[in-house]
């Protein structure tokens, strides 16, 4: 069965630090996806990216950097001179190729918590 | 655009009351969605929907029961509510790949 380990519950960073977020999956599939969502304190969940297996290029958007790798089942996720805007629960996801669309399992989150 | 809707936003239930979770959108997405989120916890799937007639069980499906008479709407039903079903719940639907998420409804149960 698919699993999603984010070991990080919560970290604390003073404004414009770069912090990186870990995330270890498991799964038999050779055809799955992987996500990133943020939940702000207001509760709904932001999508922020999607990776598919067979694409390995690390991305950037902004301040945020994703790095995929799949020697070592991880997709680890970078802010880069972060910003109390930032503090929020960041889940790490993943959705196997099974003909139901995007079921996802989730990590358990990581808080992160960016102080002015 | 709406999305997707859930009502009510929040609620308290007594033990043993029943209640059901509204949920809509209004994309034509065909996978429909619904997913608990425990206090400080990541989201768990406890039913979903390929279609209008078929649903299926997730992760955590005990103590609750789904319907999808109609592309739009996919109820949840909680029959009997127990105080573990405290958490809040979060409906979504897909084209395939790209999940959209409501605002979530926060259910207790005392």
């Known amino acids: 069965a698919q699993k999603v380990t984010q070991a990080q519950t919560e970290i604390s960073v003073v404004e414009k630090e770069d912090v990186t977020l870990d995330c270890v999956y498991e799964?038999?599939?050779?055809?799955?996806?992987l996500f990133w969502y943020k939940q702000p304190p207001s509760g709904e969940l932001v999508f922020l990216i999607r990776?598919?297996?067979?694409?390995?290029q690390n991305e950037i958007s902004g301040r945020y950097s994703w790095n995929f790798q799949k020697s070592t089942s991880s997709f680890n996720f970078t802010i880069t001179a972060s910003q109390v805007v930032d503090s929020a629960v960041y889940f790490c996801a993943l959705s196997e190729d099974r003909g139901a669309g995007n079921m996802l399992t989730f990590g358990g989150g990581t808080r992160l918590m960016v102080k002015p | 655009n709406a999305g997707v809707t859930q009502t009510p936003k929040f609620r308290i239930l007594k033990i043993g009351q029943s209640m059901t979770l509204q949920c809509t959108q209004d994309?034509?997405?065909?996978?429909m969605y619904w997913y608990r989120q425990d206090p400080g916890m990541g989201l768990k799937l406890i039913y979903y929907s390929v279609g209008a007639g078929i649903t299926d069980k997730g992760e955590v499906p005990n103590g609750y029961n789904v319907s999808r008479s109609t592309t739009e709407d996919f109820p949840l039903r909680l029959e009997l509510a127990a105080p573990s079903q405290t958490s809040v719940y979060f409906c979504?639907?897909?084209?395939?790949?790209?999940?959209?998420f409501g605002q979530g409804t926060r259910l207790t149960v005392v």
């Open positions: 990776r598919n297996s067979f694409d390995e």
């Open positions: 979504a639907s897909s084209p395939f790949r790209e999940a959209f």
């Open positions: 799964t038999r599939d050779t055809t799955y996806y």
């Open positions: 994309m034509n997405h065909n996978y």
